[in-house]
């Protein structure tokens, strides 16, 4: 796996509420994640923290080893994320009702495991074609699927930035979790939205087109700044945090 991450305050926002960690270094499995952050302070930024790292620290032991269920893994990882972040709400008052966005990736050499809770995305690049994997759990995603809005009209929308679920808003919550199959010059796109809001699915469609068809780091590094650049050149008025991973030919693996 090659992969590249980006994280920017954006131009409008006083702090980075967002997060993101990668684990490539382990054996069979490779685990990405992404969380944006909300609630006044600080209260946003130890949300997202919190909520990576615990994912992340909840899958290490199992990075190495071969598993019958990683949807269920990652699922488990996130409700246990979900946990800790509420109950720390409950205990100090200057995080009360905070919560987070998350959206993982878990990826061995065939599978690439997606979970994800509120509206940061995970897109996948297949055949020359982008997918957007997750659905957004948010207001306007939800009038899209009712047919009340077009997806043009929700992209301008005043309230697109509310979401209907998030962690540690609830003492409970299950993410929503969907497993691809992916093989050499397959791709993956985990953001915030921060990006998503501002780059369109056909630019996102080129910029993976581009990236997988390059064989260098020196690419996607370059690439992953264009993309970034492109957000901060329409505005940014929130936080933009990607990650984007190839899965690698000539034996370099997923």
């Known amino acids: 796996m090659r992969y590249a991450a980006r994280t920017h305050i954006g131009r409008v926002r006083q702090m980075n509420q967002d997060c993101f960690m990668a684990r490539v270094d382990s054996t069979p499995w490779k685990l990405l994640v992404v969380a944006d952050g909300m609630g006044g302070a600080s209260a946003g930024e130890v949300a997202s923290q919190l909520a990576v790292g615990t994912v992340v620290d909840s899958l290490d032991e199992y990075l190495a080893q071969e598993l019958d269920d990683p949807a269920e893994v990652l699922r488990a990882a996130i409700f246990v994320a979900n946990d800790r972040i509420w109950k720390l709400a409950q205990e100090v008052d200057a995080y009360a009702g905070m919560g987070t966005t998350v959206v993982a990736a878990l990826a061995n050499e065939s599978l690439v495991v997606f979970a994800h809770v509120g509206d940061s995305r995970g897109y996948f690049w297949h055949a020359g074609e982008l997918v957007q994997v997750t659905s957004d759990h948010s207001l306007v995603a939800e009038l899209v699927r009712r047919g009340q809005l077009t997806e043009a009209e929700a992209q301008h ?36 939205d921060g990006l998503s809001n501002l780059v369109s699915h056909e630019e996102l469609a080129k910029f993976l087109e581009v990236v997988t068809g390059a064989d260098s780091q020196q690419v996607m590094e370059h690439e992953a700044d264009r993309l970034l650049h492109l957000a901060l050149e329409r505005g940014a008025p929130d936080n933009i945090t990607l990650i984007v991973a190839v899965h690698a030919p000539g034996g370099e693996g997923a």
């Open 157 to 192: 929308h005043p309230q697109r930035n509310i979401v209907t679920r998030s962690l540690g808003t609830l003492a409970s919550n299950q993410a929503d979790v969907r497993t691809v199959e992916w093989q050499p010059s397959d791709a993956l796109l985990l953001c915030s």
